[in-house]
């Protein structure tokens, strides 16, 4: 399982990476974590955790938003390609959602799997390259510093965390918690890379953010009646 999630993991990595391109790397981080419902409707296939009415309903919201960040009715859209952006950031979601979901299908113990899912992604990456314009393997600085400063830091830390949390809690609930990372990136992306998405696309962010929220809300729970 864990070497299956690397095979999907790499293309996640590879797609979103060109999602960014396209589009830039805040609003390619939003369209990269449409995995919540694509995880919550697979989840309820495989493991039986039913979805609540509001994810139904928020659906086609969150899907709206995705439309909008597309730029298909702006002629200011934000990136070089947003429409193709667009394809490959849901290209990402659905590699993501397929990763988080083999791994929650997995060993209960976090390091190891993501160890074996690390390794694999590697590799996959490596042949996969030339078909995703290529890969540059002699290291140049300061950029691959920066990439070993990431690898050591947030991604060994986050993902250690995220993989002990997969096996313990609701697939959906997983996904619902990962959405601080494309919040958070849209600010810091407009701060330190000076991305200016459009209003419509600000809008579609917003759309798609609301609509998640409220999609992964449990539905309340009709107490039951008691015969006195």
């Given amino acids: 399982m864990s070497w299956a999630a690397g095979v999907v993991f790499a293309l996640d990595l590879l797609f979103w990476h060109h999602a960014i391109e396209y589009v830039g790397a805040g609003l390619a981080t939003v369209l990269g974590n449409l995995q919540v419902f694509i995880v919550a409707f697979a989840a309820w296939a495989l493991f039986g955790e039913r979805p609540g009415t509001p994810l139904m309903v928020g659906t086609p919201v969150v899907f709206a938003g995705v439309v909008l960040i597309s730029g298909v009715f702006d002629s200011a859209a934000y990136g070089s390609d947003p429409m193709l952006g667009?394809?490959?950031?849901?290209?990402?979601?659905?590699?993501y959602a397929a990763y988080l979901l083999l791994l929650k299908g997995g060993s209960d113990r976090a390091a190891g799997p993501l160890a074996?899912?690390?390794?694999?992604?590697?590799?996959?990456?490596?042949l996969l390259s030339p078909l995703f314009g290529g890969?540059?393997?002699?290291?140049?600085?300061?950029?691959?510093?920066?990439?070993?400063?990431?690898?050591?830091?947030?991604?060994?830390?986050?993902?250690?965390?995220?993989?002990?949390?997969?096996?313990?809690?609701?697939?959906?609930?997983t996904s619902l918690l990962l959405l601080v990372q494309p919040m958070s990136t849209v600010a810091i992306s407009t701060l330190a890379l000076g991305e200016r998405p459009s209003v419509l696309q600000l809008a579609g962010c917003a759309v798609v953010v609301l609509g998640v929220l409220y999609g992964s809300r449990r539905p309340a729970r009709v107490p039951e009646r008691v015969e006195v």
Avoid: K, Y
Wanted: aromatic share 6%; charged share 5%.
């Fill in 86 to 95: 667009v394809a490959a950031g849901v290209a990402t979601s659905l590699s």
């Fill in 116 to 126: 074996h899912a690390t390794v694999v992604a590697t590799v996959a990456i490596a």
């Fill in 135 to 173: 890969a540059d393997l002699v290291p140049d600085w300061p950029a691959h510093g920066w990439l070993l400063l990431l690898a050591l830091g947030p991604q060994v830390l986050g993902w250690s965390l995220i993989t002990f949390s997969l096996p313990r809690q609701p697939a959906a609930l």
